[in-house]
């Protein structure tokens, strides 16, 4: 599965206290790109929830992404997430 979002795009980072598990948000608060560490975590769940076809019905912050995640990429000015089983 995969996802993809532009990196210009400006996110709602107050959507962060919804959507990362505990260990995600100590990666966000320690990351000095807010908007990139939000994007990296926003494409890993969307590809992930493809992935599960559980969709984003319920907050997605059960989760334990890392920012370092091998599975990212940056293409043609965006953060992409490729997630496969």
Known sequence: AID???LDRN???DLAEKI???????QF????NK???FLTFWVLKEAEAKL?????????????????DP???EIDGC???IIEE
Do not use: K
């Open 4 to 6: 993809a979002e532009e």
């Open 11 to 13: 996110p709602r980072l």
């Open 20 to 26: 990362l598990s505990a260990e995600e948000t100590l």
């Open 29 to 32: 608060e320690a990351a000095e």
């Open 35 to 37: 908007e990139l560490a």
């Open 52 to 68: 599960t076809g559980e969709g984003l019905r319920i907050y997605p912050n059960h989760t334990a992404f890392s920012l370092d």
């Open 71 to 73: 599975r990212i990429q």
């Open 79 to 81: 953060i992409v997430a």
